[in-house]
Nanobody, 131 residues
Framework: QVPPVESGGGLVQAGGSLRLSCAAS????????????MAWFRQAPGKEREFVSA?????????YYSDSVKGRFTISRDSAKTVLYLQMTNLQPEDAAVYYC???????????????????WGQGTQVTVSS
């Protein structure tokens, strides 16, 4: 499986916005129904990786957010291209981190907030927020 590729990180002032993108090869060509999950995690220096947001689908689509970003970040996807987006608004210095895209396609559902359950990760994109 080709790892996902993130883009869109950068430097922004507090209160500003950024949109991250993740291009992934997650859809399979066989006809087996699978649970698909795409997610954003982040890791700041000296801190553990934390869940940010996820989108899951097998027919119906579900979105998940951490409490720290709910109401400020919006996750979405381009279903035709399997591109994942994270629109981040009102960014704060505590949002600064390397943001990672993770994907999973499995026969069984996973817990979308648990990073260990994803099987493919990107290299990350840096988000810096100046105060």
């Amino acid at each position: 499986q080709v790892p996902p590729v993130e883009s869109g990180g950068g430097l922004v002032q507090a209160g500003g916005s950024l949109r991250l993108s993740c291009a992934a090869s997650i859809l399979t060509s066989d006809r087996t129904s699978k649970h698909y999950h795409m997610a954003w995690f982040r890791q700041a220096p000296g801190k553990e990786r934390e869940f940010v947001s996820a989108i899951s689908w097998l027919g119906d689509e579900f979105t998940y957010y951490s409490d720290s970003v709910k109401g400020r970040f919006t996750i979405s996807r381009d279903s035709a291209k399997t591109v994942l987006y994270l629109q981040m608004t009102n960014l704060q210095p505590e949002d600064a981190a390397v943001y990672y895209c993770a994907t999973s396609a499995s026969l069984q559902p996973i817990s979308p907030r648990h990073g260990d359950e994803y099987d493919s990760w990107g290299q990350g994109t840096q988000v810096t927020v100046s105060s």
